[in-house]
């Protein structure tokens, strides 16, 4: 299973961009939801997280700009990383991470292809 992120592009210094990543089943399931981003040349980090109880969580870099949320509607999840006052250090692929628990099947982990974000002038 693979995630389907979305919202990267293309934003000068100071802009903002806001980016989604539906989870793959039942809100139910879902233990947290996370963004992790990997710049050129380094290794893939932890941005944000959330968990099922909406407790977050942020990488000291992000923290009062960057903002994970959770989203429920019909069972269904979203999890939204909004980001404000982008610095050309935020450039990097973002990926989404989903960890939850199915009965019957056991715990899994699914991630995303990644969007790309590139903070530019």
């Known amino acids: 299973v693979q995630l389907q992120a979305s919202g990267g592009g293309l934003v000068q210094p100071g802009g903002s961009l806001r980016l989604s990543c539906p989870a793959s089943?039942?809100?139910?399931?879902?233990?947290?939801m996370s963004w992790y981003r990997q710049a050129p040349g380094k290794e893939r980090e932890l941005v944000a997280s959330?968990?099922?109880?909406?407790?977050?969580?942020?990488a000291d870099p992000v923290k009062g700009r960057f903002t994970i949320s959770l989203s429920r509607h019909n069972a269904k999840a979203t999890v939204y990383l909004q980001m404000n006052s982008l610095k050309p250090e935020d450039t990097a692929v973002y990926y989404c991470?989903?960890?939850?628990?199915?009965?019957?099947?056991?715990?899994?982990?699914?991630w995303g292809q990644g969007t790309l974000v590139t903070v530019s002038s």
């Open positions: 089943g039942s809100a139910f399931s879902i233990d947290d």
């Open positions: 959330i968990t099922s109880g909406d407790i977050t969580n942020y």
């Open positions: 991470n989903e960890r939850g628990l199915i009965t019957g099947r056991g715990r899994y982990e699914y």
